[in-house]
DNA sequence: CAGTGGTCTAGACCACACT
DNA sequence: GTGTGGTCTAGACCACTGC
């Protein structure tokens, strides 16, 4: 299975390319390559967690040298969505197993001291399967009226309730899922979202704006009503930019702090 | 001007490295010269938005392959302190002539139009000369007492005002700094200062929380006092991880909202 | 056209992890 | 020791830019 490169570097051949016309739209090999190793990752050849071959073995594999296989797998590494490891191997990424539990949630304590109140403690309100309503839909490129599941709950760090969360998904990938899976599993959502749908999130945009908490979301986060809210939504995507969730969470920022690094 | 090498890959030669016992510190060679290109850089030898030299000038400067230039530069590259362009050079990135004319600046309006509004229309309300308080000089890494610029202003979108921001600048390097250059310069602040002080930003953190307005600040930003604002507070540094800039920002999020990208 | 960054190869050796 | 990713080199050719 070897790829069809556009131009060739071989020393010897010359191999032509089939193109539309006008469009140069040349692409290196290792983006060809980058594109056959994403395709089997999409597959679930390779399930997160799990090694990747080595990188002379897809170098065999797709007929190119190591080098080009190394630059393929570079900008896999870059994008998170394989982890290297000298001396082990190349890695699925997966959001289990994180060295920072939440890549996510980038809410962080105000005294800096992670650990302290240890893992979140999740209060699962709501898991029901509804009709998406126009902005759903629109978020999760569903048609108005699909079945979307729709989950709410609180989380609480060292009980206090800080954060307050619906999220949405698409109900076809996620049939079956109930508030029990939600509450229950140790670890990430997304981790469970893995192992118990198949689905893997890449990548994640988020619009962030400050409220002002109405008298529901005060007494579920015990708070004042009007006590400013940090509002985080957030659209999640799976591989091929294909959206799989739909978050909205509520944050209390007067112990914490949303971090963000820019550069 | 070669480097030494911690380890050597060259063919025939054998340099044994000088290193303290128990540490092992093994530098690649491109981490190296990656070093060294960074040090031209802080010592100002190519300006924002000149050209350093070719990669190939590089390589014989340093006595190594053009390969292991290229790596240096390809991480200088990820950072953003450089910008590649085919076929023309390698240039030393600058706030200015950015693509995006606000490189720091992740508000956006809700339509998603850009420059509908055109560039933030500015009011500098202070410029001043003070001494830096306790939690100023901790986020600058001076001592409390040490003289600091202090500058408050509104931008304002379309006639809009819908940031107010404080600034806090070491004032050993912002020496001389006055109202007209922060209200006059066409294009982003930190291209002024750039220009006219010689610091380059090259980084930055934020912490994000949602607070209400005081009746100052909501007479400034002419909202209802107690109305949500989000609050950024950024600390942006220069070469060398060294803060060159504590400011506070206020944003309006009811037409405006903050956008971020996770991976 | 020459000069720049970008791609590709092939081979050698190094650092790390497991067995 | 063996296998993995990581570094380094040398040389060839390609794509883009501007003279």
Known sequence: MAPTPSTSADSGTASADIQSPGTPAFSPLYQQIKALILQSLQAGEWKPGEAIPSEMDLAARFRVSQGTVRKAIDELASENLVVRRQGKGTFVATHAEQ????????LMPDSGDLGSAGPAQRTVLECKRVRAAAEV??????????PVIQVRRV????????ILEDLWLPGNAFRGINSEQMAGYHGPTYAMFEVEFGVRMVRAEEKIRAVGADVQQAALLKIEPASPLLSVERVAY???DVPMELRRGLYRTDTHHYRNELS
Chains 1, 2 share one sequence.
Not at 155 to 162: D, N
């Open 238 to 240: 799976t591989y091929n």
């Open 137 to 146: 839909a629109r978020a999760l490129a569903l048609r108005p009226g699909d």
């Open 155 to 162: 989380l609480a760090f060292g009980g206090v309730p800080t």
């Open 99 to 106: 060295q920072v539990q939440y890549r996510f949630l980038k």
